[in-house]
Structure formats: C-alpha cells, structure tokens
C-alpha cells in the first residue's frame, strides 16, 4: 500500500496557510484594540445590568501566563472588577471575564 503524499501534502500547505493567516492577524491588531473591543464589551454588559460606566474604567496588565497576550482590567467599583485573560490572537482566553475583589477595601 502506498502513503498517501497528495493528502499530507495538501493539510501541510492548508497548515502553513492557517499559521500564515494567524500570524498576519496578531501582528495586525493592535493592544489598543483589544482593548478598546473589551471596554465595548464590558459597558455593554453593564448597561444591561443597568450601572452607568465609561471606558476609562478598562486598563491593561502585561500577562504573566505562558500562552497570554495581556490581560484586560475593568473596575465595577472601587472594590470590585472583571477579568479578561486574552490570547495572541485577540481571542478570550476564558468562557466569561473573571470576576475579581480586591483585598484590604
């Protein structure tokens, strides 16, 4: 029986298009996009909650996990905040922002 090269050499070209692809988009997108996208996003979900916030609530974090671009900081309150873990990508890292209390407050 043969091996099948037409095959594998068709998923490695389809692989080398995808890495390609997704390597023009992390270069592409910019911190302050992701970050703008999250702040939309989390005004959006407070609205609906029905609390007033602006975007000036939302700041970036240097990430510290391996697989980690940055990570999204949103203040509810004083006491409060969300979470978002973001990938090399631009992609949340999780299902939903995690929710956070700060200590000593």
């Not at 302050?32 to 996003?41: E, L, S, V, W």
């Not at 700041?59 to 905040?81: H, L, P, Q």
């Not at 978002?84 to 299902?95: C, D, F, M, R, S």
């Amino acid at each position: 029986m043969k091996f099948p090269w037409a095959i594998l050499g068709i998923l490695s070209i389809a692989a080398l298009v995808f890495g390609l692809l997704l390597g023009m988009k992390s270069v592409r997108i910019t911190e302050t996009d992701i970050i703008n996208f999250y702040a939309d996003a989390f005004v959006k979900e407070m609205k609906e909650k029905g609390v007033l916030i602006d975007q000036s609530a939302c700041y970036a974090k240097v990430s510290e996990g391996f697989w980690e671009r940055m990570t999204v900081v949103c203040d509810i309150n004083a006491s409060s905040f969300l979470e978002y873990p973001i990938g090399a990508w631009g992609q949340l890292l999780v299902e939903a922002p995690l929710f956070g209390l700060r200590e000593g407050i």
